[in-house]
């Protein structure tokens, strides 16, 4: 399974930015497909996935300013991310998981950084 992420870049306070992550797999093979972030020196946080079934969590920090899609189609997730901050700079991982007899498998993109500048 591979993913591929792109869609991140260089923006400004409150600008908008859309990140893709196009799976070598069907949508519907995974349990979760989300994105993380980390930014320097800190850990890795879940910024938002979704489920099989559709359902969305999202972190505090993104809720009313991130959104997160799934596209079966085109075997891609979206994150919309729009009123961008300085604290949303980080490198952004697409990720996916199974659940399989009781283990989970992860799989994880390349980053692709994002930065929010004033």
């Known amino acids: 399974v591979q993913l591929q992420a792109s869609g991140g870049g260089l923006v400004q306070i409150g600008g908008s930015l859309r990140l893709s992550c196009v799976t070598s797999?069907?949508?519907?093979?995974?349990?979760?497909l989300g994105w993380y972030r980390q930014a320097p020196g800190k850990e890795r946080e879940l910024v938002a996935d979704?489920?099989?079934?559709?359902?969305?969590v999202y972190a505090d920090s993104v809720k009313g300013r991130f959104t997160i899609s799934a596209d079966s189609a085109k075997a891609t997730v979206y994150l919309q991310m729009n009123n961008l901050k300085p604290e949303d700079t980080a490198v952004y991982y697409c990720?996916?998981?199974?659940?399989?007899?009781?283990?989970?498998?992860?799989?994880w993109g390349q980053g692709t950084l994002v930065t929010v500048s004033s």
């Open positions: 990720h996916a998981d199974r659940v399989s007899w009781n283990k989970r498998t992860d799989y």
């Open positions: 979704i489920n099989s079934g559709g359902s969305t």
């Open positions: 797999a069907i949508i519907f093979s995974f349990d979760k």
